[in-house]
């Protein structure tokens, strides 16, 4: 059987993932909701991202638990990241480090080829990774984080012209601080399943 794709992403109400000048200060991540996805992303096989949300990742996570002002779930979030096989979709990088693999292109057979590895399944993060896997209907299954705030403007997520994705709701989960989880499924078959 083969590994899922598996797309998280956090969004505000109105569907937008990022704020004006690529802020993320109304994201609610509390000791909570970043537990959880500790313990959700510990369960992946691997991570996949583009170019710049890696870079992001890297420019933080290798080291964050020496900070000393490091939270617990952010001491054990760096261990995992730095122990986790990576894959980063990118053209122009020519190399990465902490385990990580460089693919050129998201096109059906490279990501069958990564979906066909050992291991568990794959954490898809990244907006603009994710409309390319989106363009080609390469997502099992979706992990929404609706954070309870409307930003009226930003970078939408979901961006117009994408083709209809018949899903079913899997779960739901709300936690304290107001963030809910809208955890869904494909319908059918996958062009992975080929």
Do not use: C
């Amino acid at each position: 059987m083969r590994r899922r794709i598996v797309l998280f992403v956090s969004v505000s109400v109105d569907g937008y993932f990022e704020g004006p000048d690529h802020d993320l200060g109304w994201n609610l991540v509390d000791d909570e909701v970043h537990t959880h996805f500790n313990r959700e992303l510990a369960r992946m096989g691997g991570f996949v991202s583009g170019r710049v949300t890696h870079e992001l990742m890297a420019s933080v996570w290798p080291t964050a638990d020496r900070d000393p002002d490091a939270d617990a779930p952010m001491i054990e979030f760096a261990g995992i990241w730095r122990s986790m096989p990576k894959t980063v979709f990118s053209r122009t990088l020519e190399r990465a480090d902490w385990n990580t693999t460089v693919v050129r292109e998201v096109t059906p057979e490279s990501v069958a080829a990564l979906a066909a590895g050992p291991g568990g399944d794959l954490a898809l993060s990244g907006a603009n990774l994710a409309e390319s896997f989106l363009a080609q209907d390469l997502v099992d299954e979706f992990r929404l984080y609706v954070h309870p705030v409307v930003l009226g403007r930003g970078t939408l997520f979901f961006r117009p012209g994408g083709h209809p994705t018949p899903l079913t709701l899997k779960d739901t989960h709300r936690f304290t601080n107001g963030v809910t989880l809208l955890h869904y499924e494909r319908r059918g078959p996958s062009p992975l399943d080929g």
